[in-house]
């Protein structure tokens, strides 16, 4: 036990947890002081927005967010900051081009004002053209707290402040928004002043190159992001009767994305680091990883579920065991899925596959979430949940492991 806790990838996801701990508890605190001054209407509002900026945000990060920690943990010293200015000035313009039409569909879709979406925007837009992930890659957990957790977190008290003070939307805005401003800005010069990391600039590449290489990744967060937000949405649409119980099961999965961020950020940055001699005895250790994470905290769902829907809908809403087991399933088998492709298939330079896995996910997973929310309402959205989740988990590990094998098999017959 001891020598698991020493662990360098237990000390980096214990880092790493930090800032989604702060944010997880303000935001739990958000929902009714906000509500409580502007009302519920304008909450809702709210919400609409931040889920329409989640594709802009997509937009403006490409595939940075998803597999650029992998890539820039296995470069070499000298060549990170070069890539990462390239990343800077590509994300940059397309937050320029990007954000206007962000501000006008925000607009069209909830009749804010135009100040009101713009700060939206630069609240919840602006973050894809932070640090991030590239400080996640270089194993920088303080800086990544300091750039990215705190500004995002004090924004969120600041804002909190504001809308108490002022009762408008537009207060806890302009807080949340002054704060990511200051995130990004200072995440990237703390970046670009670094002389360990190399110069700035590189050898040039034609920019249709880069982005090129950004497709896999785009394509495994869109497929994420997709699979969080829009089982909810067939469900509303398909069997609004089963929506509240198939919301509380969600949102426990939700939860549950959260604790697998910490984990993933450190395996991101620990497995390509040791050079690619080590990355197939870290790639299999990844993978138990994921395992035990996945059984250990869907176990904790499966039990506490339905104690936990009583205590935070007041009795409203209850799990039943049955229920809870498969949302427990579904988080054991989405976080193995989610760990190997963005963990282990992007160190491994897996990227056709993981985009077409990506692809899978979206293109049959949905419409069997859908039919299954037909035929059994609730339980049925769930269970697709399962059954895509575990048929993703079993194509990504055997995609992983041959990869693993091939590459051994490569490495004996070397000379």
């Not at 990744?217 to 699979?227: E, H, I, L, V």
């Not at 160190?347 to 929310?373: D, E, F, H, K, Y």
């Amino acid at each position: 036990m001891k020598k698991i806790l020493q662990h360098d990838l237990v000390r980096r996801s214990a880092l790493f947890t930090l800032p989604v701990v702060a944010a997880a508890l303000v935001g739990l605190v958000s929902i009714p002081v906000i509500m409580g001054h502007v009302g519920a209407t304008q909450w809702g509002l709210l919400a609409t927005i931040q889920g329409a900026c989640l594709a802009f945000n997509l937009m403006v990060g490409l595939g940075w967010g998803a597999t650029g920690p992998s890539m820039v943990s296995a470069l070499p010293t000298r060549e990170r900051k070069a890539t990462y200015a390239e990343s800077l000035r590509i994300r940059g313009v397309a937050f320029v081009v990007i954000a206007p039409l962000a501000v006008v569909a925000c607009t069209a879709l909830t009749g804010l004002p135009v100040s009101t979406t713009l700060l939206a925007v630069l609240t919840y837009v602006a973050p894809a053209a932070n640090a991030s992930w590239y400080l996640i890659g270089t194993n920088r957990p303080i800086a990544l707290f300091a750039f990215d957790g705190a500004p995002a977190t004090l924004g969120q008290v600041a804002g909190l402040l504001a809308v108490v003070r002022f009762g408008t939307l537009d207060a806890y805005l302009a807080a949340t928004a002054a704060f990511t401003l200051v995130g990004v800005v200072g995440s990237s010069l703390y970046v670009l002043r670094r002389p360990e990391d190399g110069p700035a600039r590189g050898a040039h590449r034609r920019w249709q190159t880069t982005l090129k290489a950004q497709i896999p990744g785009f394509a495994a967060a869109a497929s994420w992001t997709a699979w969080s937000a829009l089982p909810i949405v067939l469900v509303q649409l398909i069997a609004p009767t089963a929506v509240t119980l198939f919301g509380v099961a969600d949102r426990f999965l939700k939860f549950g994305a959260l604790a697998v961020g910490p984990v993933l950020q450190a395996v991101q940055g620990w497995l390509p680091e040791a050079g690619t001699s080590s990355v197939r005895v870290r790639a299999r250790q990844a993978l138990l990883v994921a395992g035990a994470m996945g059984v250990v905290g869907g176990g904790a769902i499966a039990l506490l579920a339905p104690a936990a829907s009583s205590l935070l809908t007041d009795g409203k809403v209850v799990l039943s065991f049955g229920i809870a087991a498969l949302v427990g399933a579904a988080f054991l088998f989405d976080a193995v899925s989610h760990v190997t492709a963005m963990a282990v298939l992007a160190a491994m330079r897996a990227q056709r596959a993981l985009a077409a896995s990506s692809a899978l996910n979206i293109v049959i997973g949905l419409p069997l979430v859908a039919a299954m929310t037909a035929a059994f309402g609730a339980v049925g959205a769930v269970g697709g949940l399962v059954v895509v989740s575990l048929a993703m988990a079993l194509l990504r590990v055997g995609i992983a492991l041959r990869r693993i094998q091939v590459d051994e098999f490569t490495t004996r017959l070397s000379p």
